[in-house]
T-cell receptor
Framework: DTEVTQTPKHLVMGMTNKKSLKCEQHMGHRAMYWYKQKAKKPPELMFVYSYEKLSINESVPSRFSPECPNSSLLNLHLHALQPEDSALYLC?????????????FGQGTRLTVV | AQSVSQHNHHVILSEAASLELGCNYSYGGTVNLFWYVQYPGQHLQLLLKYFSGDPLVKGIKGFEAEFIKSKFSFNLRKPSVQWSDTAEYFCAVKPNTGFQKLVFGTGTRLLVSP
């Protein structure tokens, strides 16, 4: 079982909706990540939080808004998405400040924008 | 910025056959190397990792990988595959310095026929 929990597992939303994806880990990791994975493609990094501060934003459109309210939680707020934003959204966590550490991934939220 | 290439996009093997998946990366500095596996409908799991030391690393489920610095390669091997190894395999690289982003290769889809 993964130690990174994502909710919901599936989400269908209209282009005018506002929704949020949630991610939680209790491994004491202080780095958390959002990745986007389209079908048959590798995960692509969207955002990195380190010690609850946004450290990397990979030029993601503003309709995606991340939030890290505490060291265990990571949210991704969605607003006015497009159908091409449909994908599997993966959350991951790792120890912060170290490159030689593995990332642990959640099972993802499969998002469909209609 | 680093990049990762996996030359085999689809591999079909019979059970008991040997497996080797290629991974090459492009980055001028010291890197940390990973192989992740994604079984159908499951989350990304770490197979093995290389940070430093012995370039031949062993992972879970009988997998191993060899880091060849001169070739910028980190190929994954398994002497005898099983049907349960059917999955997508991703090589990933994270540099030791600068923005420590974990970047994935394009993935190799392995199908093992019983």
């Amino acid at each position: 079982d993964t130690e990174v929990t994502q909710t919901p597992k599936h989400l269908v939303m209209g282009m005018t909706n506002k929704k949020s994806l949630k991610c939680e880990q209790h491994m004491g990791h202080r780095a958390m990540y959002w990745y986007k994975q389209k079908a048959k493609k590798p995960p692509e990094l969207m955002f990195v939080y380190s010690y609850e501060k946004l450290s990397i934003n990979e030029s993601v459109p503003s309709r995606f808004s991340p939030e890290c309210p505490n060291s265990s939680l990571l949210n991704l707020h969605l607003h006015a998405l497009q159908p091409e934003d449909s994908a599997l959204y993966l959350c991951a966590s790792s120890q912060a400040g170290q490159a030689n550490t593995e990332a642990f991934f959640g099972q993802g939220t499969r998002l469909t924008v209609v | 910025a680093q990049s990762v290439s996996q030359h085999n996009h689809h591999v079909i093997l019979s059970e008991a056959a040997s497996l080797e998946l290629g991974c090459n990366y492009s980055y001028g500095g010291t890197v940390n190397l990973f192989w992740y596996v994604q079984y159908p409908g499951q989350h990304l799991q770490l197979l093995l990792k290389y940070f430093s030391g012995d370039p031949l690393v062993k992972g879970i489920k009988g997998f191993e990988a060899e880091f060849i610095k001169s070739k910028f390669s980190f190929n994954l091997r398994k002497p005898s595959v099983q049907w349960s190894d059917t999955a997508e395999y991703f090589c990933a690289v994270k540099p030791n310095t600068g923005f420590q982003k974990l970047v994935f290769g394009t993935g190799t889809r392995l199908l093992v026929s019983p």
